[in-house]
């Protein structure tokens, strides 16, 4: 019967080559990696001079995980720092080298002067957000955090609109920001119309067509003339009306008599004859329904009482009053809210009226002012002389 079992010699060679089998390799020590220094914020303290300075190195792997830069690795940035202490020749590539056309709008705009913002100190250094981020309503936040560091007294009011729904840069232009006078300004007052169009495109192109926006381009060139009804060569631009960073919605209850305070930046005359109206005088006290400036004039569409197009025009005027007074008639709509008492060439009857009235009712105290005077003389003449004040109605003495 053969044996199940190897023939001895074969049986001997198995053991010897069993016994000399090499052992196991031993695992190598794994290489430390960027993360092992730059991911430990206590580790880079010990290594620098202040805290700062150790938060600029701090990248720990959820910064880059949530960066813009996610598929991006170290060696991509930083070259030459693959040992430590880094060789002198390790070098950090700049953000030019991929954004070329944002670094060129950057160096002709006000952040590439002497102290402004790097891209570090608007897009971080290795947490950046992404644009779709920074498009978000909590990107705009962030950036307008970021801006808020250095312009924190131009920050956007909690109230504003804008808050938390456009960033600074969307109106402010992110990488070209230059400033306001600059006719390059996306805010210069050439450029709001386009500005804020983006966003607001029916508005821009109403505006654009009206009084306003035909007086804005005179007005912001050098040797611009006053309209006939402004009272100052300011341009009427979106920001003269509705403000920069301190903007109210319409239905905040303040903001028709705060838009009254802003329409008369530029009409304060045609300010005082409404405040002096029933209109004016309600607003004062308070009423939140009684007409302002927009509510008979228009918002964005804007033109000359003599235009047909204007609200206010002989074509609509009544059918703008019946907007607040259903039973207006013709006869009502010939009420002149910005009479004024002293224009004696455009309201001759108001200017008579009131000169007349005014000199009427000086006149009456004027008499009875020295009818009464003379009377407390003749009683003190009756007194010192002691006779009766009754004697000089004695018909009969």
């Not at 030459?80 to 709008?105: K, L």
């Not at 006290?285 to 235009?307: M, N, Q, R, W």
């Not at 910005?338 to 108001?350: G, I, L, Q, S, T």
Request: proline share 8%; glycine share 8%; aromatic share 6%.
């Amino acid at each position: 019967m053969r044996s199940p079992f190897p023939p001895a010699p074969a049986l001997m060679a198995l053991l010897v080559a069993a016994a000399w089998t090499p052992p196991p390799a031993v695992a190598q020590q794994e290489r430390p990696s960027c993360q092992s220094c730059h991911g430990e914020l206590e580790f880079l303290r010990q290594h620098v001079a202040t805290l700062p300075d150790a938060e600029r190195l701090y990248a720990p792997a959820e910064f880059l995980a949530n960066s813009a830069h996610a598929s991006m690795t170290c060696a991509d940035c930083h070259t030459g720092f693959r040992s430590y202490p880094h060789p002198d020749p390790a070098s950090t590539r700049t953000c030019a080298s991929c954004h070329p056309e944002a670094s060129d709008a950057w160096e002709g705009g006000l952040h590439a002067l002497d102290g402004g913002a790097t891209c570090q100190d608007c897009h971080g250094t290795h947490d950046v957000l992404s644009k779709a981020v920074l498009e978000s309503a909590g990107g705009a936040r962030a950036v307008r955090l970021a801006c808020g560091s250095c312009h924190y007294e131009a920050g956007a009011a909690e109230v504003d609109p804008h808050a938390d729904s456009v960033s600074c840069a969307a109106c402010h232009a992110p990488h070209g920001t230059m400033p306001t006078e600059d006719d390059r300004s996306s805010i210069h007052p050439l450029n709001q119309a386009a500005t804020c169009g983006a966003c607001h495109e029916d508005v821009s192109a109403a505006w654009s067509g009206d009084a306003h926006g035909a007086a804005v381009a005179p007005l912001a060139l050098p040797g611009g003339r006053i309209p006939e009804g402004a009272s100052r060569a300011e341009p009427p631009t979106c920001s003269a009306c509705h403000g920069s960073h301190d903007m109210l919605v319409p239905s905040d209850p303040t903001f028709g008599a705060e838009l009254t305070e802003r329409c008369a930046h530029c009409h304060e005359p045609y300010r005082e004859s409404w405040a002096d109206s029933y209109h004016g005088q309600a607003a004062t006290l308070g009423s939140p329904t009684v007409a302002t400036c927009a509510d008979c004039h228009g918002t964005h569409g804007i033109y000359s009482s003599a235009d047909a197009r204007s609200l206010v025009s002989g074509e609509r005027l009544l059918e703008t009053c019946q907007t607040c007074h259903p039973q207006a008639t013709a006869g009502f709509a010939q009420f002149q809210p910005h009479a004024d008492h002293n224009d004696k060439e455009r309201y001759p009857f108001v200017y008579w009226s009131y000169h007349l009235m005014t000199a009427l009712l000086i006149g009456v105290f004027l008499v009875f002012g020295a009818h009464t005077f003379l009377w407390l003389v003749r009683l003190g003449i009756d007194a010192v002389r002691g006779t009766p004040h009754s004697a000089h109605h004695d018909v009969g003495g």
